[in-house]
């Protein structure tokens, strides 16, 4: 069974693709009550195993706060890889420095990679199911497909 489910949060859209695969379009700013948001998203699904993240951040920025909470909140555990697509020198520069200090932290062991296209995103999450050898299974998104994000306090 393919399940799917989309959510809107200010201005960007999430969309789940089973079995493992949720893909972030980031659009205008990026605020702390966004970042809650996805992180709620991620919560949601990643009950049962971690996932792939293909985020398209070409026609969005983060501000500070933002970035200082997805840095405080972000758990390696979530995911097997996550790729931005589009990023532009600053904020492959932004997340390169957000990972390195994950790393060193010994928080962070998950492959973060930029691509030009969605489809350059896809041959790289194929890249990294072979490396690691994880196997694509449905994941069973049932709480997520049943609630809404909404901003944490």
């Keep these: 069974m393919s399940a799917t489910k989309e959510w809107t949060f200010g201005t960007h859209h999430a969309r789940w693709e089973n079995p493992d695969l949720l893909r972030v379009t980031f659009r205008g700013p990026t605020r702390v009550e966004d970042v809650d948001n996805l992180f709620a998203i991620y919560r949601a699904l990643v009950t049962e ?70 489809e350059e995103a896809m041959g790289i999450i194929s890249r990294i199911r072979r490396a690691r050898g994880v196997e694509p299974r449905e994941v069973s998104a049932t709480r997520a497909l049943m609630e809404e994000p909404r901003a944490q306090a």
């Design 49 to 118: 195993r971690p996932i792939f993240v293909i985020a398209d951040i070409s026609r969005s920025t983060i501000d500070k706060a933002a970035r200082e909470r997805f840095s405080h909140t972000i758990r390696a555990e979530w995911f097997h890889g996550i790729i931005y697509v589009g990023a532009d020198a600053l904020q492959r520069a932004i997340t390169k420095a957000i990972v390195l200090a994950l790393y060193l932290a010994g928080n962070w062991r998950v492959d973060v990679e930029f691509a030009d296209t969605e």
